[in-house]
């Protein structure tokens, strides 16, 4: 299996400001990797696909790609719904394997 | 608008049968090109994909759960099941059902889930 290592694993921001969180592949995923949002009491919601993809319907403030590390997804100007948990998943060799998380908690 | 609605019992006992179903109203499960997929979340772990089933009936599936979960659809009902055999209290999660619409895209549709205890 191909496993996904999210960090960090929790960070505090404040609203207005702007995160970066990582994902790495333990081997290639090609450009396989989404990124979901998920908050309590809430159906998860798919944020980006192909790596940069932009779902219809998310805000533009919500960004994806890749850097040295492995890939990124940037929340730029951080508002209150985006205080949730983040997770990426590879869709490039089954089983559809998920990172750990991570929480974006308000400072 | 494409929902998902999971369904089951919310309690199940050890080595028995768990059987979940999810709703799905705004697209047809066997019309179209979508892949159908069952997802669970223990407490305070990560998601953890359990398998998939396409329009056509096809599935494939995660090895952790060792054959013993089954993805399948029902046509005239609109809905998509999860059986997962001899269950054990590693089994207790979140279930989640959610859809995409390539092999290899992001799940765009996602129900809400529904919590599965395995306890006697």
């Known amino acids: 299996d191909i496993q996904m290592t999210q960090s960090p694993s929790s960070l505090s921001a404040s609203v207005g400001d702007r995160v970066i969180l990582t994902c790495r592949a333990s081997q290639s995923v090609n450009k396989y990797l989404s990124w979901y949002q998920l908050r309590p009491g809430k159906a998860p919601k798919l944020l980006i696909y192909a790596t940069s993809s932009l779902q219809s319907g998310v805000p533009s403030r919500f960004s994806g790609g890749t850097s040295e590390t492995g890939f990124t997804l940037t929340i730029s100007d951080l508002q209150p719904d985006d205080f949730a948990t983040y997770y990426c998943q590879q869709t490039y060799s089954p089983p559809w394997t998920f990172g750990q998380g991570t929480r974006v908690e308000v400072k | 608008q494409v929902q998902l609605q999971e369904s089951g019992p919310g309690l199940v006992k050890p080595l028995q049968t768990l059987s979940l179903s999810c709703n799905v109203s705004g697209a047809s499960v066997t019309s179209g090109s979508y892949y159908w997929s069952w997802i669970r979340q223990p407490a305070g772990e990560r998601l953890e994909w359990i398998g998939q089933?396409?329009?056509?009936?096809?599935?494939i599936y995660s090895p952790s759960l060792r054959s013993r979960a089954t993805v399948s659809l029902d046509t005239s009902k609109n809905q998509v099941f999860l059986t997962v055999t001899s269950v054990t209290a590693a089994d207790t999660a979140v279930y989640y059902c959610?859809?995409?619409?390539?092999?290899?895209?992001?799940?765009?549709?996602w129900g809400l889930g529904t919590l599965v205890t395995v306890s006697s």
């Open positions: 959610a859809r995409s619409v390539t092999p290899h895209g992001g799940l765009d549709y």
């Open positions: 089933v396409y329009t056509s009936g096809s599935t």
